[in-house]
């Protein structure tokens, strides 16, 4: 008979576990000494200019933003599909979610022109459009998953499990496809298609499973909690089928962007003739994120290391993803006059130079760091984690 | 017990010191200079109490509609009120600025808004 | 029987009466409308009645000239700082080549006043917002410079303020963190005056800029359109700007 499992919060040495959090208050204030500097001087004193817009603090925080919709994925496994394997890890799946999430919308609304302005940004909402409800998505978002994650951990509420679990997985969708459009709606050359939204649904379902067992391993690490290979071989299957899929939409995008005539300039830019972008799109996002992870996953026999490594590179390969897709899509021009040379003092017509600056990327750091600290501390506060991960679940989902 | 003590000490030296603050004027009074003679839109204890809420309504009413009468507008509080000396509101002994400033209350206007009026021979700054 | 006689009645009277008052209320705003489209007056609101728009023929505009792009740096307050890159640039000439035939040309961009404006549509706070005269603004009382209207505007129409302002025109209020574009010299249409790009034009006699509204056929900008060909930028993006041009 199956025992039923014991979740225990983090205990462990009480100095080990302080000096985690002063490592971790290291970016956290860092990207709060940035933050107080780029907002008194203004954008300025960043890399930004008129031409490239958003720079390495949206890369941060769209990465944290599509990792957090993606992280959720094996608690839906769980609660909505019936994998009850996957059932130990849901609370941690949750809360990594919500973690992530809160990271990136923090470098968000930290990088705002007027960030003294942020209550505006959340009382008055622009209804007219679908782009700006996407307040209510963040917030929505964080509101079911934070009532499914509770309803897991309260054993009154276990049987309410399914239905916040439907609507969490319902947000998650609704989240993840919105973030996708918000670039496919674009009108920017390398922007501006459709497949956007499933391209990054199987982004962050990639990029949120590879840091979730990165962070499953590393706690049971920390505290010698036994994990099954049967539990890691089915979390590294899954972690295989969306990194798959991330490469095949990226492939899909990509050709299609340069078969159909009015793109061609822009793919060609990115695939070969964007330099830096060029770079990071063939080696980060392709070969560090899809191909090299692949080659580690899709064995039979996969070592804890080999799996752990094959996720760091995956989140690596994310984040470049982030850059050609943040900054290389903007760095390429906006065509007014198809078919023309334009050129004029304001860089119409040329490919826009950008260098991220140091405060920039300490607050994109900043934003990683208030992720890991809201994972550090949840684990320490909460019984989330199963003493043991290596029995075979009970009939519970 | 020794909390409690102490609680109760802090909030008995923090009413002290604010009574005191206001006994000494270690914070000097608004210096308000009306240079300009005639009167103001309205009187003045209606100024002072309604005057945030007046730019807060008039200021949609001209943005979103393109109402620019001149009773409510903020700069001619500016072109009106702007000291002689400096020509400006804010800075030392500056209209808004030494009231707000006693009042501890953040000028978020002048960060867009011009402290100077516009110069009478046409001529833009 | 009577009771239904009766219901039937009071059925057809309430239909009557508010048949009577739609109509009242529908004609009513027409009434009214009718009435502001001569001059407005300052304490009246804009209306849909007008649609401020430009009219610009690229035949005239030299290369090299750039009167327009001066006048609208002088009005309004937009300084030279020496960085080009985070400068704000409402108007700019465009320089175009056609490398196949090897014609040049030379047109005016600036904030194109779309009717439907993807910077709306995207601004999270509703404050870049189209007035009811067409003209497309930001109302930077409730911008937080999240620059989302940046990345949506294909015509590159939108700048940011990288740093604190000081002697800003006090017509023209700018901030530091805000979006900001051509405002059509918004503060001088209100007071029957031309943008100032537009009267720099005529004044130096290229006459290359026309401004009016679209929507009253008496009008010079009206007419023109009505009679000679005009196109938009990027016309396959159906945003229907308030900005057309001749000789594209």
Not at chain 2, 9 to 30: G, N
Not at chain 2, 77 to 86: D, E, F, I, L
Not at chain 3, 37 to 66: F, H, M, Y
């Amino acid at each position: 008979m199956a025992e039923s499992l014991i979740y225990r919060e983090l205990g462990g040495t009480s100095r080990r576990y302080w000096r985690l959090l002063a490592l971790l208050a290291v970016p956290l204030a860092l990207g709060a000494v940035s933050y107080f500097y780029m907002e008194h001087y203004g954008h300025i004193v960043t890399g930004m200019d008129n031409q490239i817009v958003w720079g390495m603090p949206h890369v941060f925080a769209v990465f944290l933003v599509i990792a957090a919709t993606g992280a959720l994925n094996v608690a839906m496994a769980a609660s909505v599909f019936g994998k009850t394997t996957y059932r130990p890890v849901a609370p941690l799946s949750a809360l990594i979610s919500l973690a992530l999430l809160a990271g990136g919308l923090a470098v968000l609304m930290l990088d705002l022109g007027r960030s003294d302005r942020m209550i505006v940004a959340v009382t008055r909402l622009n209804f007219q459009s679908i782009f700006a409800l996407r307040v209510i998505l963040y917030d929505g978002f964080m509101a079911s998953v934070g009532v499914y994650f509770w309803f897991l951990l309260e054993r009154r509420m276990n049987r309410y499990i399914k239905p916040a679990a439907i609507l969490a997985f319902l947000w998650q969708l609704l989240l993840v496809t919105g973030t996708g459009l918000e670039f496919g709606f674009n009108f920017r050359a390398a922007y501006d298609s459709v497949l956007y939204a499933p391209m990054f649904i199987a982004f962050s379902s990639a990029y949120g499973t590879a840091i979730l067992i990165l962070i499953l391993l590393a706690v049971c690490r920390w505290e010698d909690r036994p994990v099954s290979d049967e539990l890691l071989r089915r979390l590294k299957n899954l972690l295989g089928i969306f990194v798959g899929a991330s490469l095949f939409f990226a492939v899909l995008f990509l050709s299609s962007k340069h078969e159909l005539a009015r793109s061609r300039d822009v793919a060609r830019f990115l695939l070969f003739d964007g330099g830096v972008y060029t770079a990071l799109l063939w080696l980060g996002q392709l070969g560090i994120g899809a191909i090299l992870p692949l080659a580690l996953l899709l064995r039979s026999q996969v070592s804890r290391a080999a799996l752990a490594a094959a996720c760091a590179l995956v989140v690596l390969g994310g984040l470049a993803q982030m850059y050609v897709t943040l900054i290389g899509g903007q760095a390429y021009p906006q065509i007014l006059f198809p078919g023309l040379v334009e050129s004029s003092s304001f860089f119409d017509g040329e490919i826009h130079p950008y260098t991220p600056s140091v405060p920039e990327v300490l607050l994109g750091l900043g934003g990683v760091g208030f992720a890991a600290a809201i994972v550090a501390v949840a684990l320490r506060a909460l019984a989330m984690l199963p003493e043991r991960l290596d029995q075979t679940a009970g009939p519970q989902a | 017990m020794h909390l409690h003590g102490l609680v109760r000490l802090s909030a008995c030296l923090a009413l002290a010191s604010a009574a005191l603050a206001f006994a000494s004027d270690r914070v000097p009074k608004p210096v308000i200079n009306i240079d300009k003679p005639g009167k103001c839109v309205e009187d003045t204890a209606t100024m002072r109490r309604e005057h945030p809420d007046m730019l807060k309504h008039q200021r949609d009413l001209t943005v979103h509609e393109g109402i620019r009468t001149r009773e409510h507008s903020l700069k001619e509080c500016v072109g009106c009120h702007a000291s002689r000396k400096t020509g400006s509101v804010l800075g030392e002994n500056g209209f808004c600025q030494s009231c707000h400033d006693y009042a501890s209350v953040r000028l978020d206007c002048f960060g867009c808004h011009a402290s100077k009026p516009k110069l009478t021979n046409g001529a833009k700054p | 029987m009577s009771t239904d006689a009766n219901e039937a009645l009071s059925r057809r009277g309430f239909l009557a009466i508010s048949a009577a008052t739609l109509g009242g209320v529908m004609l009513a705003p027409g009434i009214r409308l009718i009435e502001i489209a001569g001059a407005r007056a300052p304490e009246q609101a804009v209306s849909r009645q007008v649609r401020w728009g430009l009219l610009i023929d690229t035949n005239k505009c030299a290369p090299g000239c750039d009167d327009c792009v001066k006048a609208c740096a002088t009005e309004n307050g937009i300084k030279d700082t020496g960085h080009p890159r985070t400068d704000a640039q409402w108007i700019r000439k465009v320089e175009l080549k056609d490398l196949r035939s090897g014609r040049t040309h030379s047109v005016p961009v600036m904030c194109q006043h779309c009717e439907h404006p993807p910077c709306v549509d995207v601004c999270p706070t509703g404050a870049s917002f189209k007035r009811a005269d067409g003209i497309v603004l930001v109302d930077r009382h409730t911008c937080i410079g999240c620059r989302y209207c940046m990345m949506a505007c294909p015509y590159k129409a939108r700048s940011i303020v990288f740093q604190e302002i000081t002697d800003q025109n006090p017509d023209v209020p700018r901030g530091n963190g805000c979006a900001e574009g051509c405002t059509l010299c918004v503060h001088r249409i209100d007071h029957d005056r031309q943008p100032a790009c537009v009267e720099a034009c005529t004044r130096a006699g290229h006459n290359a800029m026309i401004f009016g509204d679209l929507n009253d056929p008496q009008s010079e900008i009206a007419q023109r359109v009505a009679k000679y060909a005009s196109t938009h930028i990027r016309a396959d993006l159906k945003l229907n700007p308030g900005v057309r041009y001749q000789g594209l």
